[in-house]
């Protein structure tokens, strides 16, 4: 970037992701950038504030007062800082109080209004994108787009939030592969009262066939034109490859009917999860099926790979299980996730978890395409449900112990596979 320029310039110059885009300019204020990109539209105010919106006019993300904020599908807003603890720079995430994410939406809204009476004022001068790079917006678009925005009152939220409600059953684990998918649920709740990583527990529950394709009209509904922003979905929830292969393909068959845009399925890739490897569970044949209809990635939790660490989570699957699931899901052609904790077992069992963890996922058959994911136990377990006994590792020895795991798994990198340290603040929604 030119030191002259600030990132509302520089977009305007160089935003390739944003097909239509212009700038507008008051004098002695920083250049405003507009921009549309695939389902989203965006506003910068020179370096910040910055804020991002669906094409329905609903702030997602914004970068003010040098913190992020996240507005959720759910409702809730979250701030997001970064933050030095010694030698690393970690990220801390709080949900805001009801009143404190009213006066963010609020402060948003006020920004389309502004831009509006700046806009009718008349007295800033419009830059378009240079060299025929991006179509400009126009100014009649704009202000429709400001004005979707600035309907979004009080009012309107709560109406989304009440719709929101009725069409999700509340969200048990969200895979860290898929944080931006469309999120369709099969089944809902946690099978035999156990989550993954001993998480909340939930009211099991299972859709039928029927039953799930309405489910999938009120998402979509729902979404409206959020949707264009993602290609997948994931089908959850934990116990979903579990079920009858019928109904896990007629569940893959809805998707492909119900999402649709102008040429054809809106969904190329849909994403499962499963973390009990027993009998029943799809079979090679079933894979196979449904890799035919999308489904392309299934995560597969993994607390541990020794047993007895395995067993104070309420997992008694064996090694065996994972393995001939895992090789049938290759065999289909299905790329894998696997997600172990870092953390598990605690100081008692610290150097058998990571030793038998190595072994069991280095016996895996990943290839490229394949990641495995290193999750912070302390992040996922609802202390209600937690393992008994055993003494938690301190924060030395849980970096220690990422560490150790790490490094365990990095002949895996020779087969293309990534091992990457993921934290549960990064999910965005």
């Not at 044949?285 to 309420?314: C, K, N, Q």
Request: proline share 4%; aromatic share 8%.
């Amino acid at each position: 970037m030119n030191p002259q320029q600030n990132e509302a310039a520089c977009l305007l110059e160089k935003g390739a992701l944003y097909t239509r885009r212009e700038g507008h300019q008051w004098e002695g204020r920083d250049l405003v950038f507009a921009g549309f990109k695939q389902g989203a539209f965006s506003l910068y105010f020179g370096d910040a504030p910055i804020y991002h919106f669906d094409l329905e006019g609903r702030w997602q993300r914004a970068y003010l007062r040098d913190r992020h904020f996240i507005r959720r599908l759910d409702g809730a807003v979250h701030e997001v800082d970064r933050v030095r603890e010694g030698a690393n720079l970690v990220m801390r995430r709080r949900a805001l109080e009801p009143a404190d994410a009213r006066r963010v939406d609020e402060e948003i809204r006020a920004v389309a209004d502004a831009l509006l009476a700046d806009l009718s004022a008349g007295r800033g001068r419009r830059l378009d994108p240079p060299d025929d790079k991006a179509r400009p917006i126009g100014e009649a678009e704009l202000r429709d787009f400001l004005g979707r925005i600035a309907a979004w009152d009080a009012r309107a939220w709560a109406d989304f939030e009440a719709r929101y409600r009725r069409t999700y059953r509340p969200l048990a684990f969200l895979p860290p592969d898929c944080p931006n998918a469309v999120v369709l649920q099969a089944t809902v709740g946690d099978r035999d009262g156990r989550a993954f990583a001993a998480g909340t527990v939930r009211e099991h529950g299972v859709r039928s066939p029927d039953e799930f394709e309405a489910h999938v009209r009120e998402v979509s509904g729902l979404l409206g034109r959020r949707l264009a922003q993602t290609r997948s979905a994931y089908l959850a929830g934990a116990d979903l490859l579990r079920l009858r292969e019928a109904d896990v393909l007629a569940y893959l068959d809805l998707i492909g009917r119900g999402l649709r845009d102008e040429d054809g399925p809106a969904i190329d890739d849909v994403h499962a999860f499963l973390d009990d490897f027993q009998e029943p569970v799809i079979d090679l044949d079933g894979l196979r099926a449904a890799y035919d209809r999308r489904l392309t990635r299934i995560g597969l939790g993994v607390e541990s790979g020794a047993p007895e660490v395995r067993r104070a989570y309420g997992k008694d699957w064996y090694d065996a299980d994972l393995q001939a699931f895992a090789a049938d899901a290759k065999a289909a052609g299905i790329e894998l996730s696997v997600l172990a904790l870092v953390g598990a077992g605690g100081r008692a069992r610290r150097s058998e978890h990571v030793e038998r963890t190595r072994r069991l996922i280095e016996s895996l058959l990943l290839t490229r395409g394949d990641l495995v994911f290193l999750m912070d136990e302390r992040e996922l377990t609802d202390p209600a449900h937690a393992p008994k006994g055993g003494e938690p590792l301190d924060e030395a020895e849980w970096r220690e112990q990422l560490e150790l795991l790490r490094q365990g798994l990095s002949s895996l990198r020779e087969r293309g596979v990534k091992v990457v340290p993921y934290s549960m603040v990064k999910q965005l929604s």
